[in-house]
Nanobody
Framework: EVAVRESGGGSVQAGGSLRLSCVAS????????MGWYRQPPGKEREFVSS???????VYGDSVKGRFTISRRAGENTAYLQMNNLRPEDTAMYYC????????????????????WGQGTQVTVSS
């Protein structure tokens, strides 16, 4: 059974940084394509970033240049380094994983990810 678990959320002031971590268990190799989504209060889920097994990445326009996704080589562990945070980045952040699929595509839909974490809250104050 696959389990996805996020960690690293918290509260920061605008301009600060946070690093989120995500582990997808169930396979011992780097067989998952992994992504991050976020959902602000009262709004729809929004794509943040994704990273493939080969390290290729894609970002949503609202975070490009401020957030960096990475993964540990050979493992299903991904990170989201968030710099220069803004109040509008406040949201529940979810890690998602999909097995043996290339997910580095801005046209990907969140339903394409088969496995989700419970979310970690990020709050940015002005």
């Amino acid at each position: 059974e696959v389990a996805v678990r996020e960690s690293g959320g918290g509260s920061v002031q605008a301009g600060g940084s946070l690093r989120l971590s995500c582990v997808a268990s169930g396979h011992t190799d780097s067989s998952y394509c992994m992504g991050w989504y976020r959902q602000p209060p009262g709004k729809e889920r929004e794509f943040v970033s994704s990273i493939a097994r080969d390290g290729s990445t894609v970002y949503g326009d609202s975070v490009k240049g401020r957030f960096t996704i990475s993964r540990r080589a050979g493992e299903n562990t991904a990170y989201l380094q968030m710099n220069n945070l803004r109040p509008e980045d406040t949201a529940m952040y979810y890690c998602a994983a999909v097995f043996d699929t290339y997910c580095v595509n801005l046209d990907i839909d969140y339903t394409d990810f088969g496995h989700w974490g419970q979310g970690t809250q990020v709050t940015v104050s002005s």
